[in-house]
């Protein structure tokens, strides 16, 4: 491919002045805008300003520049149609090899809590995504660069004359790309701003990801993984600061987001370890030691290379028991200084610090499935009611654990069963096909006396046989959503037992 004339209009100025230099030694005449062709001037590279070609002058400040039948006929018009030639050279239309362009900066604008929206619009491109476009749209004839990370591939190709048409079409397809993901931080920015709400507002779905890294695998070596992160999210998990320890795999980061939200769901201070996505030990104190501690006796055994998660400053008490613990990842928002250095002495351990406070993220949930996605709302809201169903009201010592318990099952996959006591988790049963097995299995994993525990489930008892199991194991507690045809026999059950029970009106399951 011969290029001989080149338009170079760039917000991002990396390697431009090395690329510029390099086109003009060819003998490549140059085209540009504002900016990016003061730069070249400055440097004493020979530059065309858009309005020598169209006789017509930016206006509106810059708003209006490439938007002409010159700079886009050079671009659009069809080198192997006579009669796209033909048209070219009467209406005094040159055509245009190449195009380098990147668009004005609006994801890093707005990435500014402050910003108004006036000077949000303001970063808005117009003529950058026209002129990708329409390069992208005729690759067989125009190069369109878009990435300063590709000029290199150019120069390399370029000095050897041998881009081709597989180069051209690769260029093209990021090209598309680059100007999806752009909208799609537009249209994500403004459905919060003017609608205050990340839910879809139309048939089409455009959510921006921007890829984070490549992981080594997935959640098996034979499957490919990479990890996309919300451009315009903070305090989450894809803007944690890693301490320590080797990069985090596929699995690391499943399991430290369902470790976040779970924690994200307490204040007084918490630690919450999680194996396989599931909590397997979430206790509160009145310190983080504590609460670590009391989390670690909850589960000694499927703590055993898990992830853990506190909600405050580890201390030099809290990081030597950690330390103690073969873990995979240990998340908190801050660490002493020695705390830090102890836990460093273990090398493979992932040491992330995040603040878990003021998080902003989509409120969308999305799931892979055959031939397409679900999406919906994030399970963020705990209840929709309170009311006590049975003879017995809960004593303030059950109504603390079964609050605690009802944060905690909403995490567990369904069907999901919680036991609960002085605020630490005794058991926990979760995917199950049948409820009355995961109460089954909440009992006989129960690492303590569960006389005097609470119990928390995801959904309504359908029978009294799990009410009955709870009863006889000194549960004398139970929360859950209600909505059953057969709640009065629940009901009815934990009257027998001398049991409180609270409604929630509000479910959670978690598939």
Known sequence: MEIKRALLSVSDKTGLVELATLLAGKGVELISTGGSASVLRENGIPVKDVSELTSFPEIFDGRVKTLHPIIHGGILGRRQLEKDKVEAK??????????????????????????????????????????????????????????????????????????DISFNQKMAVKGFEHTAYYDAVIASDLRHRLYQSESPLSDHLSLPYRKKETLRYGENPHQDAFYYAQPLSRNTLAGAEQLNGKALSFNNISDASAAINIVREFSRPTAVAVKHNNPCGVASGETLFEAFEKAYNADPVSIFGGIIALNGRVDVHTATLLKSIFLEIVIAPEFDDEALKILKKKKNLRVLKMDFNGSQQTSMELRSVDGGILVQSKDLKLMESQSTVTKREPNESEMQDLAFAWKIVKHVKSNAIVVVKSETTLGIGGGQTSRVWAVENAIDRATGDTTGAVLASDAFFPFSDSVELAGKAGITAIIQPGGSVKDGDSIEKCNEFNMAMVFTGMRHFKH
């Open 90 to 163: 009467a209406l005094n239309i040159g055509f245009i090899d190449l195009v380098v362009v990147n668009l004005y900066p609006f994801e890093e604008a707005v990435k500014n809590p402050n910003i108004g929206l006036n000077q949000a619009l303001e970063k808005i491109d117009i003529g950058g995504v026209t002129l990708i476009r329409a390069a992208a749209k005729n690759f067989e004839n125009v190069l369109i660069l878009t990435n300063p990370s590709d000029y290199s591939e150019f120069t390399e190709k370029f000095e050897s004359d041998s881009i």
